[in-house]
């Protein structure tokens, strides 16, 4: 078994460098790397191309790297909760590239699976398939959508071994599902690290040869991105 843990988010991070493109997991602020972002907050590691559903908020997640100036590119489904996200994309300082979700999703899972491009029929007819080749299939336009390349891909799992194998939890299991295994190296952070043999072999989502890198994560915030909350009168109505 190789032993795949490091000490803590800045050992993780290390070969990070300016100009690298980057996959994060995570779904609005559900399940994001938050020990991971603030490392390379910390590093001032700049020139990024991010790959993430979203880029958080203004003052957490991917938001405190676009505060520093630290990403160049995004790679998007949507610009979601985040102000200082769009107001960079509105006056041209960050580059966005907005993808369909679906697509977002499965663009993923083909870098992880090893399958360099598929065809889908999401984005015909608007500016996504501006450039691209088009196919039918079943008398159905598709655009030919290519795998990311990524250098980097980290994660966030509940928990994992030694080895690297992981567990999702609930809706946390999102985009870091697929984007386990697509970049080159993949780095995972984990609520709970244990020995080999503590985790069920029938509950792992991600077995541990698409690891690279894996350590405990601490103090994580877990924000809610939108809390929606009614008044014990109107629960009892």
């Known amino acids: ?19 690298m ?36 908020v203004d003052d957490f997640g991917l938001g405190l790297l676009l505060q520093k100036r630290q ?8 610009v979601g909760e985040n102000a200082e996200f769009e107001r960079q994309m509105l006056s041209g300082e960050l580059e966005v590239e907005l993808t369909p979700q679906g697509t977002l999703a499965e663009k993923c899972r083909a870098a992880q699976a090893g399958i360099p491009a598929f065809y889908t029929p999401a984005g015909f ?3 996504v398939a501006e450039g691209k080749e088009v196919k039918e299939f079943d ?30 939890k609930g809706s946390a299991r999102n985009f870091n599902h697929p984007m386990a295994g697509a970049g080159k190296i993949t780095i995972a952070e984990v609520e709970e690290l244990v020995a080999p043999g503590e985790l069920d072999p029938n509950q792992i989502h991600i077995p541990g040869i698409m690891i690279q890198r894996i350590f405990q994560g601490e103090k994580f915030e ?11 009168d109107q629960i009892e109505k």
């Open 125 to 127: 007819g608007t500016e």
């Open 21 to 56: 493109t980057l996959m994060l997991g995570g779904f609005g602020l559900c399940g994001i790397p938050e020990n991971s972002i603030n490392a390379l907050v910390d590093s001032n590691v700049k020139y990024l191309t991010c790959i993430s559903n979203n880029a958080g």
């Open 139 to 168: 008398g159905k336009p598709h655009i030919l959508e290519h795998a990311f390349k990524a250098e980097f891909s980290i994660v966030k799992a509940w928990k994992g071994d030694h080895a690297g194998n992981l567990i999702f």
């Open 1 to 19: 078994m190789i032993d795949k843990r490091v000490k803590n988010a800045k050992e993780a991070i290390e070969g990070i460098k300016d100009g």
């Open 222 to 232: 877990k924000r809610i991105e939108q809390r929606t909350v009614r008044s014990k």
């Open 71 to 78: 990403i160049k590119k995004m790679i998007s489904s949507y």
